[in-house]
């Protein structure tokens, strides 16, 4: 499918991050990689390229940037989860983990006898749990470039935290080289990076891939060339923590929620307390379009006149995002 080839490659707009600040990013090296044991199979020891496995059950409650997702699966390249009622052949709801956007595959394809297991793991005690999904010696697709594929292999982890609500990607043991990535990007005509990556925004890093720099991007705001420098070295950490957590705060969060979300005719901003002040509602291009005074702690927005799609409203310094549908 390689879905995310496809977004990341329609990138028409400017080099401009969003301003929603849905995750601050961090990066760690020299870690120490450990493959899993005693994990649960994913793909069951069958052999897998452009392959379907699924769906698994969440086994605590997680979110990606607000939107709750009960399921996980692998599809392709890519580990997934899924919002509750969304399917992976659908965009809305989905979110996919691009650890590196390279075409993988198990490395003994052609001999029928899979040699790259995919597996997950639960560890931890109840509300400090981590769910661990991992891609072990995986090899590539050749795709006729002028760098061989026979002999590289990667692998890496991807853990979810039920405390924080944190993703790290944990990179392992790889021979994956700056050629082969250069011949991928310039021959190949792809992108070569690593992205949190749903139908509305993506979670994006490129250029050194030691220390990368971090945006979030609606299609319409992707960067022309968003690729990292080359493959990230064994034992580099990757984790994206939601805004407001003590990992690292980018805003003070006021009692502020929004419901429904996803919203048709009404949308509400709920405070906890009563709340005076002012809110506006910002299209994805920055343009206001509604404005008005809090009324306590329930304040209704008739939508009913807004275009589908995604929209920020900021109340008290506070950025809230809802669709609507």
């Given at each position: 499918?390689?879905?995310?080839?496809?977004?990341?490659?329609?990138?028409?707009?400017?080099?401009?991050?969003?301003?929603?600040?849905?995750?601050?990013?961090?990066?760690?090296?020299?870690?120490?990689?450990?493959?899993?044991?005693?994990?649960?199979?994913?793909?069951?020891?069958?052999?897998?390229?452009?392959?379907?496995?699924?769906?698994?059950?969440?086994?605590?409650?997680?979110?990606?940037?607000?939107?709750?997702?009960d399921r996980f699966y692998f599809d392709d390249d890519y580990f997934g989860l899924l919002a509750p009622g969304a399917t992976a052949d659908e965009e809305e709801g989905v979110f996919l983990f691009v650890v590196n956007n390279l075409f993988v595959q198990d490395i003994a394809y052609d001999s029928g006898n899979s040699n790259s297991p995919l597996s997950y793991k639960v560890e931890g005690t109840t509300g400090n749990r981590i769910l661990k999904l991992e891609m072990k010696n995986a090899g590539l697709e050749d795709i006729e470039l002028s760098v061989a594929t026979n002999g590289l292999y990667l692998n890496f982890q991807v853990w979810l935290y039920e405390s924080d609500k944190s993703i790290e990607i944990h990179y392992g043991d790889s021979n994956v080289t700056t050629a082969y990535i250069n011949a991928f990007i310039n021959e190949g005509e792809q992108v070569f990076?690593?992205?949190?990556?749903?139908?509305?925004?993506?979670?994006?890093?490129?250029?050194?891939?030691?220390?990368?720099?971090?945006?979030?991007?609606?299609?319409?705001?992707?960067?022309?060339?968003?690729?990292?420098?080359?493959?990230?070295?064994?034992?580099?950490v990757y984790r994206f923590a939601p805004a407001g957590t003590t990992n690292a705060p980018v805003f003070a969060r006021n009692n502020f929620s929004l419901y429904p979300n996803p919203a048709?005719?009404?949308?509400?901003?709920?405070?906890?307390?009563?709340?005076?002040?002012?809110?506006?509602?910002?299209?994805?291009?920055?343009?206001?379009?509604?404005q008005g005074s809090l009324t306590g702690t329930d304040t209704a927005i008739n939508t009913a006149s807004l275009q589908e799609g995604v929209y920020v409203i900021k109340v008290d310094n506070q950025n809230l995002k809802f669709i609507k549908k």
């Open positions: 499918m390689k879905k995310i080839t496809l977004l990341l490659a329609m990138a028409l707009g400017t080099f401009a991050a969003n301003a929603q600040n849905d995750y601050t990013f961090t990066v760690q090296t020299g870690q120490t990689y450990t493959n899993l044991e005693g994990a649960t199979s994913i793909n069951n020891g069958d052999v897998w390229d452009y392959d379907y496995f699924g769906e698994f059950t969440m086994p605590f409650s997680f979110g990606i940037a607000g939107q709750a997702v990076t690593t992205a949190i990556a749903g139908i509305e925004n993506v979670y994006l890093l490129t250029g050194n891939s030691a220390n990368p720099t971090y945006g979030e991007y609606t299609e319409n705001t992707l960067p022309a060339s968003p690729n990292l420098s080359g493959y990230p070295a064994s034992g580099t048709s005719t009404v949308v509400n901003i709920r405070a906890n307390d009563v709340a005076e002040g002012q809110y506006a509602v910002y299209n994805m291009l920055g343009a206001v379009v509604a």
